[in-house]
């Protein structure tokens, strides 16, 4: 991010793994409980999965990054990341809420912090069947630009299934339709198998992001990338992380604060996210 060279993701876990249960998963487990953020609605109980926006309506939850006292990058010209990305998302909640065949919500619709494990538990929550953050790129040196796309590493998935799996019983309950067996090998495995098809489904919907992307702004990598994002984490929803452009770039800085520009995020976004449904993907089965 802005004032350091190299962007260093790591998850951080304590010595003896037996002592201390997962932060993200009790965040999960007390949000699904109600004892966290009770003013957001409940979601309906045992949608099945089926034929994208046919059978039931797609529910998309818009992450829009940082918030509060967390400003995320600035720009040259003092423009604040999380500001810029509020009002993409709230262009895109606009955009979906005019289909027929979708639900959308927002982990944050003003100025404020959210935790990263509570946007997870949101989409969860909202039992959710895409989860898409957004923010704006930033780097010392005013040259990088281009807008780029992340889902979940597999060194991610694997640490985190590990922990969820070696410190709860009732770590399965966040995998719809797959019961827990009573045997941690064998659950640690279906685990693995979900997340692991998770993380392709996550690759195949941010390859389409990243497609309707480059029709509008130059690319900053032709590919999806992967790393360990906290907020990527959720083990059922397919994830990106859309960075729309770089806020240190002077160009791309001035580009981000226009109407026109995040209006094409917004509908490159949403034109991603029908391409990915079109293109054969099936709704998350949620128990």
Do not use: W
Request: proline share 4%; net charge positive.
């Amino acid at each position: 991010v802005a004032g350091f060279k190299e962007r260093l993701v790591m998850d951080l876990y304590p010595a003896n793994a037996q002592d201390m249960q997962d932060p993200l998963l009790a965040l999960l487990e007390d949000y699904n409980k109600g004892d966290l953020e009770k003013q957001v609605p409940p979601a309906q109980s045992g949608p099945q999965p089926g034929k994208a926006g046919r059978d039931r309506p797609i529910v998309i939850m818009l992450d829009p990054g940082h918030g509060g006292e967390d400003s995320g990058a600035v720009g040259k010209y003092k423009t604040r990341e999380k500001d810029v990305v509020l009002q993409i998302a709230r262009r895109l909640r606009s955009l979906i809420e005019k289909e027929g065949n979708m639900k959308v919500y927002m982990t944050r619709n003003e100025d404020i912090f959210i935790p990263l494990q509570v946007r997870v538990a949101k989409a969860q929550k909202q039992r959710a069947d895409l989860f898409v953050s957004i923010h704006a790129d930033a780097f010392t040196s005013r040259q990088p630009s281009g807008s780029s796309v992340f889902a979940l590493s597999t060194k991610g998935a694997t640490s985190t299934a590990a922990k969820y799996l070696a410190q709860t019983q009732n770590a399965s309950d966040l995998i719809g339709g797959v019961s827990k067996s009573g045997d941690r090998y064998v659950d640690h495995t279906m685990f693995d198998m979900v997340q692991s098809l998770t993380i392709a489904d996550s690759l195949k919907f941010g390859k389409a992001v990243l497609n309707k992307l480059g029709k509008i702004n130059k690319l900053h990598k032709n590919q999806v990338e992967q790393a360990g994002f906290a907020v990527l984490k959720a083990p059922d929803i397919p994830s990106i992380l859309v960075e729309t452009a770089f806020i240190s770039n002077v160009e791309e800085e001035r580009k981000l604060k226009t109407a026109t520009f995040q209006q094409e995020v917004a509908e490159s976004i949403l034109a991603g996210i029908k391409a990915y449904f079109a293109d054969g993907a099936t709704l998350a089965r949620r128990g």
